[in-house]
C-alpha cells in the first residue's frame, strides 16, 4: 500500500550519516589532466545503466555553488554515451538520455513554461548539420520537433527563442554562384549562410535572410581551399553559428569566416552595420581589443541593446593563428558608432579553441554579474566574476583538447525535472542504492521493507538525504525483511516516487536491480502477441494472457526474475576506462576528494551487462 512519510522522517534523515555513492568530481588531478583516466572520465552506478561525467575542477569558488545546473552536450569520438547532460552546482549528473551526437543544450520559456531545447541530426556536412531541433517539457517529453521551412535542413549551429516566443534557426543551402571574383569557377557553388525565424507551433516561417544577397565574397577571411567547383563540394564562404533578435525587430548576426557580427533591418534584412572584419563600421576605443576578434560564436545583445557578448576564438586550428580565445564584454553606442572592452574573460591556462564556445551572464545573489565562458572545443568550462576574476575553472574531459571530448556550448540555468519514469534501485548485501534519472526535487531517500511480494504493510527501515546522482543506503543489520523499496521524498516528506519492490537476501553473491519500465503501451508484447496468435482459439489466447499479466504483476511486484537481476558482485568502479593501468607511484597524483571530502570507501561498483535503450 502506499503510504506518505512526514517532516519527521526529513529530520531523522539528516542525523543519519551520510553515505556517498557517486565519486564525484576529482579536484586540481594532474592524473586527470594526462589522460590517466582515459580522455572522457566517467561514472558507473549500481541502480542504473546510465553513465556520467567525472569532472576536475581545477579551481574552485562557492561563488559558484549558485543552484543552477549546468548544461553540456558532450560528443566527440571518445564520448561513449553521447547525449544532452544536465549537472548539479556540485558536478554530479542529474539526467542524461542516450539521442547521440547532440548541441546546444538550452533551456528556454516558451508561452510560460520551461523547455529543454537541443539540436540533434547528422553533424558530419561540412562543419554544419542536418537534422531538427527537439524541445521537452519538464517531464523530459518530447513536445516539439521544429524542422527549418521551405524544404530546407536545419543547421545545428543556432536554435534560439526570442522574446516574441519565436525560433531562430540557421540553415546551410546550397546553391549555384558566380566564383571568378575568388579564382572559382562561373558556374560555382556555395553553402550560402542562411537563417529563418519561424513560428514554433506551426513551423510557418516568418522571416528569412541569406548572406549571398549581402555580402561580398572578397568580405571573407577564409578563402575556397579548392572549393565550390561542384554542388558535392561547395565552398563554405560565411559559415553563420549564431542570431541575436533585439527589442526593436532587428537582428545580430555572427559570421565566423567573416570575422564580422551584423545587424541586419528585421524588415528588409539590408545590413545596418557591421562590427569587425574588413568593413568594421565603429570606431574601437579600447585601441582594436573591441575589434579584432576572429573566428567568433555565440553573439548576443545584453544590457538593452547597449553591450554585446560573444567568444572570441581567435583561431581556426591547423594553417591559421592558434591565439587564445577569451569571452569578450563589449560596450557599444549606436549612436556614435563606438565600441570598447567593457571585460575580457581569459583562462588561467590559455587555451586556444578553433571551433564552437560560448558566453553567458549570469546573476548572482547579490546582484552582482558573473560570466561563464564554454571553450567548445576544448573540455572546458570557466566561471568569471565580471570583472574577469576567476571563481571556478573545471575540465570534462582531459586537457589535451584534441577534439576528441567537447561540447558545442555550456550553459547555466535554473532547471526543475519531473521524470515519468520510477526510481531505480539496487540491494547487495547490507547496501541499498538508489537513484531516479531527471528528478531534481528528491531530498531525501527512504528505504522500506515487506515480507511478501504484495505485502498489506511495510516496515520503515532507513532514511538518508539525496547524495549526487546515486545515494547508497545502508540496510540495517537486524533487518528481517526480504523485500525492499525506497521512496524519493521532497523538502516537506511527501513521496515524488517509488521503487520497485526487490527481494532482499544479504547472504546472495548476486545484487538485485529493479529499474523503471521504459516500455510503452503502444509496444506491450501483449498486444502483439494477441496480434500475431489472432486465429487461435480464444481459450488458448486467454490461457497465455494470463500467464503472461501474472508474470508481468509478479515482476512489478518486485519479485526477482532475470529483467531484475544483475549477475555478478558489485565490482569496483572502472575509474580508467580499461586503457591505463596506474601503478603506486602514479596514483599519489590521483586526487579523489570532492573539494575537501573524503572519498568513500568499500562501496564497489557493479558489472552491468544491460544494453542501453532509447526512451
Same mark, same amino acid.
Given at each position: 500500500m502506499t503510504i506518505m512519510l512526514n517532516g519527521?522522517?526529513?529530520?531523522?534523515?539528516?542525523?543519519?550519516?551520510? =553515505?556517498?555513492?557517486?565519486?564525484? #568530481?576529482?579536484?586540481?588531478?594532474?592524473?586527470?589532466?594526462?589522460?590517466?583516466? /582515459?580522455?572522457?572520465?566517467?561514472?558507473?552506478?549500481?541502480?542504473? #545503466?546510465?553513465?556520467?561525467?567525472?569532472?576536475?575542477?581545477?579551481?574552485?569558488?562557492?561563488e559558484c555553488k549558485d543552484g543552477l545546473y549546468t548544461f553540456i552536450a558532450p560528443r566527440g569520438n571518445k564520448v561513449a554515451n553521447p547525449g544532452p547532460m544536465i549537472l548539479?552546482?556540485?558536478?554530479?549528473?542529474?539526467?542524461?538520455?542516450?539521442?547521440?551526437?547532440?548541441?546546444?543544450?538550452?533551456?528556454?520559456?516558451? *508561452?510560460?513554461?520551461?523547455?529543454?531545447? &537541443?539540436?540533434?541530426?547528422?553533424?558530419?556536412?561540412? +562543419?554544419?548539420?542536418?537534422?531538427?531541433?527537439?524541445?521537452?517539457?519538464?517531464?523530459?517529453?518530447?513536445?516539439?520537433?521544429?524542422?527549418?521551412?521551405?524544404?530546407?535542413?536545419?543547421?545545428?549551429?543556432?536554435?534560439?527563442?526570442?522574446?516574441?516566443?519565436? @525560433?531562430?534557426?540557421?540553415?546551410?543551402? =546550397?546553391?549555384? @554562384?558566380?566564383?571568378?571574383?575568388?579564382?572559382?569557377?562561373?558556374?560555382?557553388?556555395?553553402?550560402? /549562410?542562411?537563417?529563418?525565424?519561424?513560428?514554433?507551433?506551426?513551423g510557418k516561417t516568418l522571416f528569412q535572410w541569406r548572406a549571398s544577397e549581402h555580402f561580398n565574397f572578397t568580405d571573407m577571411y577564409r578563402d575556397r581551399e579548392g572549393n565550390g567547383d561542384s554542388d558535392v563540394h561547395p565552398w563554405d564562404f560565411f559559415h553563420i553559428n549564431s542570431v541575436d533578435k533585439d527589442?526593436?525587430?532587428?537582428?545580430?548576426?555572427?559570421?565566423?569566416?567573416?570575422?564580422?557580427?551584423?545587424?541586419i533591418d528585421g524588415r528588409t534584412g539590408d545590413i545596418i552595420w557591421r562590427l569587425g572584419g *574588413?568593413?568594421?563600421?565603429?570606431?574601437?576605443?579600447?585601441?582594436?581589443?573591441?575589434?579584432?576578434?576572429?573566428?567568433?560564436?555565440?553573439?548576443? &545583445?545584453?544590457?538593452?541593446?547597449?553591450?554585446?557578448?560573444?567568444?572570441?576564438?581567435?583561431?581556426? /586550428?591547423?594553417?591559421?593563428?592558434?591565439?587564445p580565445s577569451r569571452g569578450l564584454y563589449l560596450d557599444i553606442n549606436q549612436e556614435n558608432m563606438t565600441v570598447k572592452v567593457r571585460h575580457e574573460y581569459w583562462n588561467p591556462d590559455p587555451i586556444s579553441s578553433q571551433s564552437q564556445g560560448s558566453v553567458q551572464l549570469l546573476a548572482s545573489n547579490d546582484e552582482s554579474t558573473k560570466v561563464? =565562458? +564554454?571553450? +567548445?572545443?576544448?573540455?572546458?568550462?570557466?566561471?568569471?566574476?565580471?570583472?574577469?576574476t576567476v571563481l571556478c575553472n573545471t575540465h570534462f574531459g582531459a586537457a589535451s583538447g584534441d577534439g576528441n571530448i567537447m561540447s558545442y556550448r555550456v550553459l547555466k540555468h535554473p532547471w526543475t525535472g519531473h521524470p515519468t519514469t520510477s526510481p531505480d534501485i539496487s540491494v547487495y548485501h547490507y547496501t541499498a542504492a538508489a537513484s531516479w534519472n531527471g528528478a531534481t526535487e528528491v531530498v531525501t531517500w527512504a528505504l522500506e521493507g515487506a515480507d511478501s511480494p504484495n505485502p498489506m504493510a511495510y516496515t520503515f527501515l532507513a532514511a538518508v538525504p539525496k547524495s549526487g546522482f546515486e545515494t547508497l543506503i545502508p540496510i540495517p543489520a537486524d533487518t528481517e525483511s526480504t523485500y525492499i523499496r525506497a521512496h524519493g521524498l521532497n523538502s516537506t516528506g511527501h513521496i515524488l516516487g517509488t521503487t520497485k519492490l526487490v527481494r532482499w537476501d544479504p547472504e546472495s553473491v548476486e545484487a538485485v536491480v529493479g529499474r523503471h519500465d521504459e516500455e510503452s503501451a503502444g509496444d506491450s508484447p501483449v498486444r502483439s502477441l494477441l496480434f500475431f496468435f489472432g486465429g487461435f482459439a480464444s481459450a488458448m489466447v486467454l490461457a497465455f494472457a494470463s500467464w503472461f499479466i501474472y508474470r508481468r504483476v *509478479?515482476?512489478? @511486484?518486485? @519479485?526477482?526474475? #532475470?529483467?531484475?537481476k544483475e549477475r555478478g558482485t558489485w565490482q569496483p568502479l572502472d575509474r580508467f576506462n580499461g586503457d591505463e593501468s596506474l601503478s603506486e607511484g602514479e596514483m599519489d597524483d590521483v586526487e579523489f576528494a570532492l573539494l575537501g571530502g573524503e572519498r568513500s570507501e568499500g562501496f564497489p561498483g557493479e558489472d552491468d551487462d544491460d544494453t542501453w535503450e532509447r526512451k
Open positions: 519527521v522522517l526529513i529530520l531523522l534523515a539528516l542525523v543519519i550519516t551520510h =553515505v556517498q555513492a557517486d565519486y564525484g #568530481p576529482y579536484f586540481q588531478s594532474a592524473a586527470y589532466d594526462e589522460g590517466k583516466f /582515459g580522455e572522457w572520465p566517467t561514472e558507473t552506478y549500481r541502480s542504473s #545503466p546510465i553513465i556520467g561525467p567525472a569532472l576536475n575542477y581545477l579551481q574552485y569558488s562557492d548539479d552546482q556540485d558536478g554530479h549528473l542529474v539526467w542524461t538520455k542516450l539521442y547521440g551526437q547532440s548541441y546546444n543544450l538550452n533551456v528556454y520559456t516558451f *508561452k510560460g513554461q520551461d523547455y529543454l531545447t &537541443f539540436w540533434m541530426g547528422n553533424d558530419g556536412v561540412g +562543419g554544419h548539420g542536418e537534422g531538427a531541433y527537439y524541445m521537452l517539457d519538464s517531464s523530459y517529453r518530447e513536445v516539439y520537433k521544429i524542422n527549418a521551412a521551405n524544404h530546407l535542413p536545419g543547421d545545428l549551429h543556432e536554435f534560439h527563442i526570442t522574446q516574441d516566443d519565436t @525560433a531562430l534557426i540557421t540553415i546551410y543551402d =546550397v546553391i549555384p @554562384a558566380d566564383l571568378t571574383v575568388v579564382g572559382g569557377l562561373e558556374e560555382g557553388w556555395i553553402w550560402d /549562410g542562411t537563417f529563418q525565424e519561424l513560428d514554433i507551433e506551426t527589442a526593436k525587430g532587428n537582428y545580430l548576426i555572427s559570421s565566423r569566416y567573416a570575422s564580422c557580427l551584423i545587424y *574588413k568593413n568594421n563600421d565603429f570606431t574601437d576605443l579600447s585601441d582594436g581589443a573591441a575589434t579584432n576578434f576572429a573566428w567568433q560564436h555565440h553573439a548576443r &545583445f545584453r544590457d538593452n541593446g547597449t553591450a554585446i557578448t560573444v567568444f572570441d576564438n581567435a583561431s581556426r /586550428g591547423a594553417g591559421a593563428p592558434e591565439l561563464l =565562458v +564554454g571553450y +567548445g572545443h576544448i573540455p572546458t568550462w570557466t566561471e568569471y566574476a565580471s570583472d574577469g *509478479k515482476l512489478r @511486484a518486485g @519479485a526477482q526474475s #532475470p529483467e531484475d
